[in-house]
């Protein structure tokens, strides 16, 4: 499966965006979904998961209560709506697949993830 991320970019520290991924190659419903990011020299790390229903979400505790997942399998698109954001998100985020069985779980460690897509860059300005 392909993924292309788009939406991020510069905002003020409380704004919002929205980073969306679409797949394609594969039927994308037959996959978890997660979004990753990386601050320059920092590892990467989870930021949520999605399971492949939509039915069961995480966030990492940095993010929870200011970011949503979501995803609209009819569009095989994946989303990250992120709301007051702070200059420590950012970061370049990836989206990343992985075939699951379960409908209702999701992968929170990046080797469990088999595709990624390309990276886009948030920047929060103080």
């Known amino acids: 499966v392909q993924l292309q991320a788009s939406g991020g970019g510069l905002v003020q520290a409380g704004g919002s965006l929205r980073l969306s991924c679409a797949a394609s190659g594969r039927t994308f419903s037959g996959y978890a979904m997660g979004w990753f990011r990386q601050a320059p020299g920092k590892e990467r790390e989870s930021v949520a998961a999605i399971s492949r229903s939509g039915t069961s979400t995480y966030y990492v505790d940095s993010v929870k209560g200011r970011f949503t997942i979501s995803r609209d399998n009819a569009k095989n698109t994946v989303y990250l709506q992120m709301n007051s954001l702070k200059p420590e998100d950012t970061a370049v985020y990836y989206c990343?697949?992985?075939?699951?069985?379960?409908?209702?779980?999701?992968?929170?460690?990046?080797?469990?993830?088999?595709?990624w897509g390309q990276g886009t860059q948030v920047t929060v300005s103080s």
């Open positions: 990343a697949a992985g075939e699951l069985y379960s409908e209702r779980s999701y992968y929170t460690g990046a080797r469990s993830y088999d595709y």
